[in-house]
C-alpha cells in the first residue's frame, strides 16, 4: 500500500498547468516551419531553380501531438526530384547519377533550434 500526504498550496501548480493550456505551441512550431524551408530553399543544388522554390511546410496536431511536416512539390514522371537529388537516381540509358546529401544538414540545426524554442516556451510559461 502506498500513501501520499501532502501539505501546503498547490497554487504554483495550478497557475503553471493553467499557463500550459495557454500555450500555443503551433505558432512555434509554425516559426520553424518557414526558417526550415529557407533553409531547405538555400540549400537545394540548383539548375532551373524548381525544386528550391518548391519547398512548403505544414503544423498538424493531432491529439496533442504537433509535427512538422516539410514536403517538396516538384516531381519529375511522378518522382520527387528533392528526393532524386538527396538519394541519386538512375538514367534512362542505363547511368547512374550520384545523390547529394543537402536535406540533412539544412535541417538538422532547425530540430535543434525547435528543441531549444519550445523548452523556452514550456518553461516560461
Not at 19 to 26: D, E, G, S, T, V
Amino acid at each position: 500500500m502506498i500513501t501520499v500526504t501532502s501539505g501546503g498550496s498547490f497554487i504554483n501548480t495550478e497557475k503553471f498547468l493553467k499557463a500550459m493550456k495557454r500555450l500555443n505551441i503551433a505558432a512555434v512550431l509554425d516559426k520553424s516551419g518557414q526558417t526550415g524551408v529557407d533553409a531547405l530553399r538555400s540549400a537545394t543544388p540548383v539548375d532551373t531553380g524548381l525544386t528550391a522554390s518548391s519547398w512548403s511546410y505544414e503544423v498538424n496536431n493531432k491529439g496533442g501531438v504537433y509535427e512538422i511536416v516539410w514536403s517538396n512539390s516538384d516531381n519529375e514522371r511522378g518522382f520527387p526530384v528533392a528526393i532524386m537529388l538527396q538519394l541519386g537516381y538512375g538514367t534512362g540509358t542505363g547511368g547512374y547519377v550520384q545523390g547529394r546529401d543537402y536535406i540533412n544538414p539544412a535541417i538538422r540545426p532547425i530540430f535543434d533550434q525547435i528543441a531549444v524554442e519550445v523548452w523556452r516556451a514550456v518553461t516560461s510559461a
